[in-house]
């Protein structure tokens, strides 16, 4: 597997006669964690949408998990993890049902044991069973953070992941992202709460307009001058 | 990291998107119950605007069926892909390595199946209020002309409600799309079944309507496997 895990060159795309992005060149390493912020409109979620094979890009060239895209996305979509902010699931089957469907799209195997464990992992075990119409949008966010990690995907791409999550799913996810500086994958978070990039990402990139007008690492900085520095670029 | 994904295969892929709908239809119970009493509604209907049951209406048998059947299936092809668009899933179906023509394959599987419970119903219906001559020994035959043009309802509907999908005025341009396509399907189940009902037996004819169903079936088929990645993906 590359050590690039996502790699755009030029990278747009065009909404009716606007740029939602564009010119966009972007690196993400193996072990990496990129947070992507910006005004609304600055084309964050498209990108990411792009990225999760979900848009296709209209100019420049784009390779994720070593596929290039449009040609390698199936290939590129079993090592992808998406986060969006609906939890992508039906709300009439019950959580063990909707990651049936996964499981069974991501060709994961010993399915059984492995919902189980996600279910525990994410505290919805004695909820297993019941329809998602009935769970809180808390538990809900969790089952859609099983749903990404059931396929052990090496790219994790989230949309606001905080938004929604409650604390024992922050947590969770907050643990996974710190897991990942080891493991070999990576992560794009788009978020709007600048303050949590200081402790959930690598690198900060601020997105204006739909083009990329930072991209520069975050050690060493706190929430405060994260802020700051955020403040500083969409000024 | 432990990793638990193999190349998923297209069958297991297949075979959870049947089930997923198989579930939800079984759990909601929205669209093969809507189906079932739109026919009982509509052939209830005709067979008052008709006349009454002292009159033989055998040689319209055909038409009222298959009309009957057509503006069911706009019904139920309508909502094959409501789970996903008002449940907002489509995206996590569609960022998994599945091949588009598969999600095809699965909602036209789905629909047959619905289309088949819904004709369990208006077969015998259609017997009870049109016909007085002999009806009952082509049964048989009358199934198996509607299970060829179930699939021929399927592919093309699956295709145009795809197409729909991403349309705003989707409820508008389904029925646009899809019943002028079903035109061929009326004609010739229509043709098939008056071949073999009210004591006809005309096996040529019927033999004729059901490969030029067969044809329209393949074509769809290869339309759908040349386009359904495009309408996904574009």
Same mark, same amino acid.
């Given at each position: 597997?590359?050590?690039?895990?996502?790699?755009?060159?030029?990278?747009?795309?065009?909404?009716?006669?606007?740029?939602?992005?564009?010119?966009?060149?972007?690196?993400?390493?193996?072990?990496?964690?990129?947070?992507?912020?910006?005004?609304?409109?600055?084309?964050?979620?498209?990108?990411?949408?792009?990225?999760?094979?979900?848009?296709?890009?209209?100019?420049?060239?784009?390779?994720?998990?070593?596929?290039?895209?449009?040609?390698?996305?199936?290939?590129?979509?079993?090592?992808?993890?998406?986060?969006?902010?609906?939890?992508?699931?039906?709300?009439?089957?019950?959580?063990?049902?909707?990651?049936?469907?996964?499981?069974?799209?991501?060709?994961?195997?010993?399915?059984?044991?492995?919902?189980?464990?996600?279910?525990?992992?994410?505290?919805?075990?004695?909820?297993?069973?019941?329809?998602?119409?009935?769970?809180?949008?808390?538990?809900?966010?969790?089952?859609?953070?099983?749903?990404?990690?059931?396929?052990?995907?090496?790219?994790?791409?989230?949309?606001?992941?905080?938004?929604?999550?409650?604390?024992?799913?922050?947590?969770?996810?907050?643990?996974?992202?710190?897991?990942?500086?080891?493991?070999?994958?990576?992560?794009?978070?788009?978020?709007?709460?600048?303050?949590?990039?200081?402790?959930?990402?690598?690198?900060?990139?601020?997105?204006?307009?739909?083009?990329?007008?930072?991209?520069?690492?975050?050690?060493?900085?706190?929430?405060?001058?994260?802020?700051?520095?955020?403040?500083?670029?969409?000024? | 990291?432990?990793?638990?994904?193999?190349?998923?295969?297209?069958?297991?892929?297949?075979?959870?998107?049947?089930?997923?709908?198989?579930?939800?239809?079984?759990?909601?119970?929205?669209?093969?119950?809507?189906?079932?009493?739109?026919?009982?509604?509509?052939?209830?209907?005709?067979?008052?605007?008709?006349?009454?049951? *002292?009159? *033989?209406?055998?040689?319209?048998?055909?038409?009222?069926?298959?009309?009957?059947?057509?503006?069911?299936?706009?019904?139920?092809?309508?909502?094959?892909?409501?789970?996903?668009?008002?449940?907002?899933?489509?995206?996590?179906?569609?960022?998994?390595?599945?091949?588009?023509?598969?999600?095809?394959?699965?909602?036209?599987?789905?629909?047959?199946?619905?289309?088949?419970?819904?004709?369990?119903?208006?077969?015998?219906?259609?017997?009870?209020?049109?016909?007085?001559?002999?009806?009952?020994?082509?049964?048989?035959?009358?199934?198996?002309?509607?299970?060829?043009?179930?699939?021929?309802?399927?592919?093309?509907?699956?295709?145009?409600?795809?197409?729909?999908?991403?349309?705003?005025?989707?409820?508008?341009?389904?029925?646009?799309?899809?019943?002028?396509?079903?035109?061929?399907?009326?004609?010739?189940?229509?043709?098939?079944? #008056?071949?073999?009902?009210?004591?006809? #037996?005309?096996?040529?004819?019927?033999?004729?309507?059901?490969?030029?169903?067969?044809?329209?079936?393949?074509?769809?088929?290869?339309?759908?496997?040349?386009?359904?990645?495009?309408?996904?993906?574009?």
């Amino acid at each position: 597997m590359p050590d690039r895990l996502v790699s755009a060159r030029g990278v747009g795309h065009i909404y009716g006669e606007r740029a939602a992005v564009a010119d966009v060149h972007l690196n993400v390493a193996a072990g990496e964690r990129v947070a992507i912020a910006g005004p609304n409109g600055a084309g964050k979620s498209t990108l990411l949408r792009i990225v999760a094979t979900l848009l296709r890009t209209g100019t420049g060239t784009l390779t994720v998990l070593g596929e290039e895209l449009p040609g390698g996305a199936r290939r590129a979509r079993c090592g992808i993890g998406y986060l969006a902010h609906d939890p992508l699931a039906y709300l009439d089957l019950s959580p063990r049902q909707n990651l049936q469907v996964y499981a069974d799209l991501f060709g994961v195997q010993d399915a059984d044991r492995r919902i189980d464990d996600l279910l525990d992992r994410v505290d919805l075990i004695a909820r297993a069973d019941d329809p998602v119409r009935v769970l809180s949008r808390g538990m809900a966010q969790r089952l859609a953070l099983a749903r990404m990690l059931l396929h052990g995907p090496r790219l994790l791409l989230l949309d606001e992941p905080h938004a929604s999550l409650d604390a024992a799913g922050t947590a969770l996810l907050d643990a996974e992202l710190a897991a990942m500086r080891t493991d070999g994958r990576a992560a794009v978070i788009v978020t709007h709460e600048v303050e949590r990039i200081a402790s959930v990402a690598d690198r900060l990139v601020v997105m204006r307009r739909g083009r990329i007008v930072v991209d520069e690492p975050v050690a060493g900085r706190g929430p405060a001058q994260v802020r700051a520095r955020y403040e500083e670029c969409i000024a | 990291m432990s990793t638990t994904v193999n190349r998923p295969r297209w069958t297991r892929q297949l075979a959870g998107l049947i089930r997923k709908d198989l579930r939800l239809e079984l759990r909601t119970k929205e669209t093969v119950m809507a189906m079932v009493l739109f026919a009982i509604v509509t052939l209830t209907i005709m067979q008052f605007g008709f006349g009454t049951r *002292d009159d *033989d209406l055998t040689r319209f048998t055909g038409g009222l069926m298959w009309v009957t059947l057509a503006f069911t299936a706009v019904l139920g092809v309508g909502r094959s892909y409501v789970a996903e668009r008002e449940q907002r899933v489509l995206d996590g179906i569609l960022v998994s390595p599945v091949p588009r023509v598969v999600l095809l394959a699965a909602k036209a599987i789905a629909i047959v199946i619905y289309m088949a419970i819904t004709e369990l119903v208006v077969i015998p219906l259609v017997g009870i209020f049109f016909v007085k001559g002999p009806y009952w020994d082509s049964i048989g035959w009358i199934a198996l002309v509607a299970l060829i043009a179930n699939v021929c309802i399927a592919l093309s509907g699956t295709l145009f409600s795809g197409l729909a999908l991403f349309t705003r005025a989707r409820d508008l341009i389904l029925p646009v799309l899809f019943l002028p396509a079903l035109v061929p399907v009326v004609i010739a189940g229509a043709g098939a079944t #008056h071949a073999v009902v009210g004591g006809a #037996h005309d096996m040529s004819e019927y033999r004729g309507y059901c490969l030029f169903l067969v044809g329209y079936a393949i074509l769809f088929l290869l339309v759908c496997i040349a386009t359904y990645d495009a309408v996904f993906d574009d």
